[in-house]
Structures are given as C-alpha cells and as structure tokens.
C-alpha cells in the first residue's frame, strides 16, 4: 500500500521560508514523478511543482518560480519542497502526489495517482 506523508507546513511571517517534505512509502518513485499542489479556501487544487524521472526534470507554477525548489532524496524515497520569500497568497493546504509514469510538463492533477492527507502552510502578513 503506497503512502505519501507531508510535513513541515505551519504559521510563519510574510519573508519567511519553509521547507515541506513527502516521505513515500509502499512503493519508490526515483525514475517516476513527484510533484507539490496547493488549494486555497474556497479555490480549486492547482500545481505548485514537480520533478519527473531519474534525471529530476523541474516544473514550476509562474507564481512560485524563483521563489521555491523542489527536490528529491531518492534514498529515502522523499520529495522537498523548498519555498522562500512567502507571501499570503501563498497560504493553502499544500499536498504531495506521486505516479510511477514520466509525467513530463504535466500540470494536471488527475495525472497523479497517489496523494497524501496535505499539510497547512499559513504566511501572516
């Protein structure tokens, strides 16, 4: 049974950073894809990041691009989500997916497969 587990959310200041992990477990996905979504109250899920295959292809959403770095310790079989520079808007429940295939320049979420239970990040202004 694969299961994706998130942590390091919580209530920080606007300029702060937080760094979210994804430990996976019941199944490794070092050659398939990972990736970061976020929903808002009252929004729809959308993509935050990813990183697909063994060579650790990065995609970002616009809105977090030079502000945030995903990454991958394929030896603990978990995905990081480095994010700098927080802002409000960025305050969501921030869930971690994953899927066994090469989902390359996908922002989709129905492309994921697997999910976790996702972790609050909250940025106070």
């Known amino acids: 049974q694969v299961q994706l587990v998130e942590s390091g959310g919580g209530l920080v200041q606007a300029g702060a950073s937080l760094r979210l992990s994804c430990a996976a477990s019941g199944r490794t996905f070092s050659s398939g894809s990972m990736a970061w979504f976020r929903q808002a109250p009252g929004k729809e899920r959308e993509f935050v990041a990813s990183?697909?295959?063994?060579?650790?292809?990065?995609y970002y959403a616009d809105s977090v691009k030079g502000r945030s770095t995903i990454s991958r310790d394929n030896a603990k079989n978990t995905v990081y989500l480095q994010m700098d520079s927080l802002k409000p808007e960025d305050t969501a429940v921030y869930y971690c997916?994953?899927?066994?295939?090469?989902?390359?320049?996908?922002?989709?979420?129905?492309?994921?497969?697997?999910w976790g239970q996702g972790t609050q990040v909250t940025v106070s202004s």
């Open positions: 997916a994953a899927d066994r295939a090469l989902l390359l320049r996908s922002r989709g979420l129905y492309d994921y497969t697997y």
């Open positions: 990183i697909v295959g063994s060579g650790g292809i990065t």
